[in-house]
């Protein structure tokens, strides 16, 4: 349950909660050593709370006017990484779309996390999930790629590389709502 109030306390969703109220959630985390402990049910903790998890990690990279790059940092040190691309390569670790929101978190605006998690292996999951997953993993698994790709040569060679260019015209294609990463 504490990964869920992580989670809740750190959420941009719960517009009830103030952004400094929230920023300082965050810094709180951070500084009480909670990122170790979240990765650690990422690997071993029940679906349930890795999904808690891996959201509160998304939570703690965003901030109100961009991004917190020494968490980001801070979290692919602690190996979340490695166990959010084993979750999109194993779906019976709970729903992908949530490894794959919490990558595109990871990733966005920093080149270094952006290496780490298309090094992990996270490319080809993610192309395979915008063409076979569910309509919220696909959704995600093109934020992903987006956030990857935004401002990285390499990684949007490596999108291509990798098949990625097809399902996101498809997905294109077929949008109603624009995803993540399109406003």
């Not at 992908?96 to 605006?109: I, K, S, Y």
Request: proline content about 4%; some cysteine; aromatic content about 2%.
């Amino acid at each position: 349950h504490a990964a869920a109030v992580l989670s809740g306390i750190t959420s941009d969703e719960i517009v009830a909660v103030e952004e400094r109220i929230r920023a300082q959630n965050k810094k709180d985390i951070v500084s009480a050593g909670g990122i170790q402990p979240l990765v650690k049910l990422l690997r071993a903790g029940s679906k349930g709370a890795k999904r808690h998890a891996a959201v509160a990690l998304a939570h703690l990279c965003r901030s109100g006017t961009g991004v917190y790059l020494e968490t980001q940092f801070e979290i692919a040190e602690a190996g979340a990484i490695n166990a959010l691309v084993m979750w999109l390569n194993d779906p019976t670790q709970g729903p992908q779309d949530v490894a794959a929101r919490a990558l595109a978190d990871l990733g966005c605006d920093s080149a270094d996390t952006q290496a780490t998690i298309v090094e992990a292996g996270a490319l080809r999951p993610l192309v395979l999930m915008m063409s076979e997953g569910t309509p919220e993993a696909q959704k995600w698994a093109a934020g992903a790629i987006a956030a990857l790709s935004e401002g990285n040569e390499f990684n949007q060679m490596a999108v291509a590389e990798d098949g990625g260019i097809a399902p996101l015209v498809e997905l294109l294609k077929n949008r109603e709502q624009p995803g993540p990463h399109e406003s």
